[in-house]
């Protein structure tokens, strides 16, 4: 089964929108509330997506036929760097007892993760740039 790179990135970036509101909420993050838990599974399913990534990027370009193929395998090497810096700002979060908004806003806040959806953006921009190309010539 193929691993959609769109749909990690719709993953991920749900969860990034969750943590948005999550924040502005102003919550203490008591451990156990049911703000925390929902918080602690849309980080958990944005981390397995990013741990996907690989696999999904690798997929896409096999399938998308990316060329030139270099330039991909650069940039999607970068985006995997990225999504591990992202990983472990996640993990540091989920360890946490208790996850209030301002620990969220800080993680909101983290390079790493605004990198890695910068990163998301741009590739999925550049292969639906490609398929609307593509279906022109056709």
Known sequence: MAIELEQLSERIEECYEF??????????????NEQTRQVRDHLTR???????????CREAAGREQLEPKEAYDAFFAV???????????MEL???QPAIGSQLIDNLNASIHL?????????????L???????AEAK
């Open 93 to 95: 979060v989920l360890a």
């Open 19 to 32: 943590t948005l509101s999550y924040a502005a909420r102003g919550l203490a993050g008591e451990a156990g």
């Open 128 to 134: 639906e740039s490609r398929r609307t190309k593509a």
């Open 114 to 126: 605004r990198a890695l959806l910068a990163d998301l953006f741009l590739v999925t921009e550049a």
């Open 46 to 56: 944005a981390v397995e997506a990013m741990r996907a990534l690989d696999v999904g």
């Open 79 to 89: 985006m995997q760097r990225d999504a591990e810096g992202a990983i472990a700002a």
